[in-house]
């Protein structure tokens, strides 16, 4: 059996099916960095600040060798009779590595079986759930529960923001499989829960309709669109909007559709990053291009762009999620950085497009031939798209073209693409600066609401020295959440001798 790891719940750890006692919590702290990133080096810096904070006025006398001390004791306690340890926790220059498997930690069980549920889930519903229910059942409570350090905190709110995305595409699979009658009861408490979470109760809407409720679901909706209006000052988004219309003109597809039967299908890839947990704002820019791009039978491009630190890429990966029902047949991704199969692209030159464009046609089942230059990749890459809908999220890519889908039923989402790059008839929107309300609400979700609370007027300085810019406003509530001693007037004053 060797070594097991559990991170959704508290932490833990068995050999050969005996439990291991992990110590003191700072370094059930260490193991937990490790754990997140089995087999690679995490660096001392991460560790640090990971376990202690950016603050080094809070740190201990000497921070690497507490390290030491918490991954010695770290490895006796994991390791076999009569074995030192040594060669699962190596010490290497500038960090730790835990050289175990990932499939020996929960997480990445629970990650392998969504992303085949998602590969499921419109050929096999029925193994889709299965696989859901899997993956939902191997959690014990919140992520690494009682695991201190910033590390092992934002850890857990990606982790919940990611489990409470899975509950909603199992509970979609679930109506899909006609169980509206079943579910009601689990719906309407999470819709209670989630009043803001529009999927959440587009599903409570259609779930009423279905069982017959039908005067129930239009008044759920009335009370949601007047909710969003009174406490946001926000519509419906389009989806939304469009069950409502479909509702009260009682559209007969709505009815419970039948299990699907099994058939072969070309690959949907979901190349997606995972979408920003704790977003705020930008709810008309949202809207505008939400709309943009669920137009029926067109083929869009939205190019976005905005100031350094204003976050389009967050929206475009944001928006690409928010989209994902009206491009069923697959999410394709690539960023200067490099796309996920491929190589760098920043200007999309004819080899780093070559790459991306092969890595596309992989992503969707097809063999590029190997001799194949770009134009040819392009053109298959474009055959290949034809009759599905597919959208393409471009990040930071100055010159697109060679990668862009120009298929009917496609679209793509841009960032830093050059203005006389874009093709014509493309649509663009500018994001700014946040709202001063919604800088002021990232501020509280990242570092607090208490501390916001208490200090409106610093609040509104810190914001207004960040430029009400998500990134700069993201960096600040980190510090003070990393530093709970500080004050807000308090960062103002450091950040304004700057």
């Given at each position: 059996?060797?070594?097991?790891?559990?991170?959704?719940?508290?932490l833990?750890?068995?050999?050969?099916?005996?439990?291991?006692d992990?110590?003191?919590?700072q370094?059930?702290?260490?193991l937990a960095?490790?754990?997140?990133?089995?087999g690679q080096?995490?660096?001392?810096?991460?560790l640090?600040d990971?376990?202690?904070g950016?603050?080094?006025?809070?740190w201990?006398?000497?921070?690497?060798g507490?390290l030491?001390?918490?991954?010695?004791?770290?490895?006796?306690?994991?390791?076999?009779?009569g074995?030192?340890?040594?060669?699962?926790?190596?010490?290497?220059?500038g960090?730790?590595?835990?050289?175990?498997?990932?499939?020996?930690?929960d997480?990445?069980?629970?990650?392998?079986?969504?992303?085949e549920?998602?590969?499921?889930?419109h050929?096999?519903?029925?193994?889709?759930?299965?696989?859901?229910?899997?993956?939902?059942?191997?959690?014990?409570?919140?992520?690494?529960?009682?695991?201190?350090?910033?590390?092992?905190?934002?850890?857990?709110?990606?982790?919940?923001?990611?489990?409470?995305?899975?509950?909603?595409?199992?509970?979609?699979?679930e109506?899909?499989?006609?169980?509206?009658a079943e579910l009601?009861?689990?719906?309407?408490?999470?819709a209670?829960?989630?009043?803001?979470?529009?999927?959440?109760?587009r599903l409570?809407?259609?779930?009423?309709?279905?069982?017959?409720?039908t005067?129930?679901?239009?008044?759920?909706?009335?009370?949601?669109?007047?909710?969003?209006d009174?406490?946001?000052?926000?519509?419906?988004?389009?989806?939304?909007?469009?069950?409502?219309?479909?509702?009260?003109?009682?559209?007969?597809a709505?009815?419970?559709?039948?299990?699907?039967?099994?058939?072969?299908?070309?690959?949907?890839?979901?190349q997606?990053?995972?979408?920003?947990?704790d977003?705020?704002?930008?709810g008309?820019?949202?809207?505008e291009?939400e709309?943009?791009?669920?137009q029926p039978?067109?083929?869009?491009?939205?190019?976005?762009s905005?100031?350094r630190?204003?976050g389009?890429?967050?929206?475009?990966?944001?928006?690409?999620?928010a989209?994902?029902?009206?491009?069923?047949?697959?999410q394709?991704?690539?960023?200067?950085?490099g796309?996920?199969?491929g190589?760098?692209?920043e200007?999309?030159?004819?080899?780093?497009?070559r790459?991306?464009?092969?890595?596309f046609?992989?992503?969707?089942?097809?063999?590029?031939?190997?001799?194949?230059?770009?134009?040819?990749?392009?053109?298959?890459?474009?055959?290949?798209?034809?009759?599905?809908?597919?959208l393409?999220?471009?990040d930071?890519?100055?010159?697109?073209?060679?990668?862009?889908?120009?298929?009917?039923?496609?679209?793509?989402?841009?960032?830093?693409?050059a203005?006389?790059a874009?093709?014509a008839?493309?649509?663009?929107?500018?994001?700014?600066?946040?709202?001063?309300?919604?800088?002021?609400?990232?501020?509280?979700?990242?570092a607090?609401?208490?501390?916001?609370?208490?200090e409106?007027?610093?609040?509104?300085?810190?914001?207004?020295?960040?430029?009400?810019l998500?990134?700069?406003?993201?960096?600040?509530?980190?510090?003070?959440?990393a530093?709970?001693?500080?004050?807000?007037?308090?960062?103002?004053?450091?950040t304004?001798?700057?």
């Amino acid at each position: 059996m060797g070594l097991e790891f559990s991170v959704l719940g508290p932490l833990c750890a068995w050999r050969d099916g005996r439990e291991i006692d992990l110590g003191r919590p700072q370094q059930r702290a260490v193991l937990a960095a490790l754990l997140l990133a089995p087999g690679q080096l995490v660096p001392l810096a991460q560790l640090i600040d990971g376990l202690w904070g950016e603050d080094d006025s809070q740190w201990p006398k000497n921070p690497v060798g507490q390290l030491s001390t918490h991954t010695h004791r770290l490895r006796r306690a994991m390791a076999a009779h009569g074995d030192s340890g040594g060669a699962v926790l190596v010490a290497e220059s500038g960090g730790y590595r835990l050289n175990v498997d990932r499939r020996s930690v929960d997480l990445f069980h629970y990650d392998a079986a969504v992303l085949e549920s998602a590969a499921l889930r419109h050929d096999d519903p029925v193994r889709a759930r299965a696989l859901l229910r899997e993956a939902l059942g191997r959690w014990r409570g919140p992520a690494l529960d009682g695991v201190p350090g910033v590390l092992a905190e934002r850890a857990r709110h990606r982790l919940a923001a990611g489990r409470h995305a899975v509950t909603k595409t199992l509970l979609d699979i679930e109506l899909t499989l006609g169980r509206h009658a079943e579910l009601l009861p689990e719906l309407g408490a999470l819709a209670a829960r989630n009043p803001h979470d529009e999927e959440v109760q587009r599903l409570y809407v259609l779930a009423l309709h279905r069982g017959g409720r039908t005067a129930e679901a239009l008044a759920a909706f009335d009370a949601l669109r007047e909710r969003l209006d009174r406490e946001l000052g926000l519509e419906p988004a389009p989806a939304m909007m469009e069950l409502h219309t479909r509702i009260r003109h009682g559209d007969p597809a709505l009815t419970a559709p039948t299990v699907p039967a099994r058939r072969r299908r070309p690959a949907r890839p979901c190349q997606l990053p995972p979408d920003i947990p704790d977003w705020v704002g930008r709810g008309a820019e949202l809207r505008e291009a939400e709309g943009l791009l669920r137009q029926p039978g067109t083929s869009p491009v939205l190019a976005l762009s905005g100031p350094r630190g204003s976050g389009t890429s967050a929206f475009a990966v944001h928006l690409a999620h928010a989209v994902q029902d009206a491009y069923p047949d697959g999410q394709l991704y690539a960023s200067a950085d490099g796309p996920r199969d491929g190589g760098a692209l920043e200007e999309a030159g004819p080899a780093e497009a070559r790459a991306v464009l092969a890595a596309f046609l992989r992503a969707l089942g097809e063999r590029p031939p190997e001799a194949a230059d770009t134009d040819e990749l392009s053109r298959r890459f474009r055959a290949t798209l034809a009759g599905r809908r597919v959208l393409v999220l471009l990040d930071g890519v100055a010159v697109p073209e060679p990668l862009l889908p120009a298929t009917a039923g496609c679209a793509a989402v841009l960032t830093g693409a050059a203005p006389d790059a874009l093709p014509a008839g493309a649509a663009h929107i500018r994001i700014g600066p946040l709202e001063a309300d919604d800088a002021h609400e990232l501020l509280a979700r990242v570092a607090g609401a208490d501390r916001v609370r208490e200090e409106p007027g610093p609040v509104a300085e810190l914001a207004a020295l960040c430029g009400h810019l998500p990134l700069h406003l993201r960096a600040a509530a980190t510090r003070l959440a990393a530093r709970p001693q500080w004050s807000v007037a308090g960062l103002v004053a450091r950040t304004g001798r700057r």
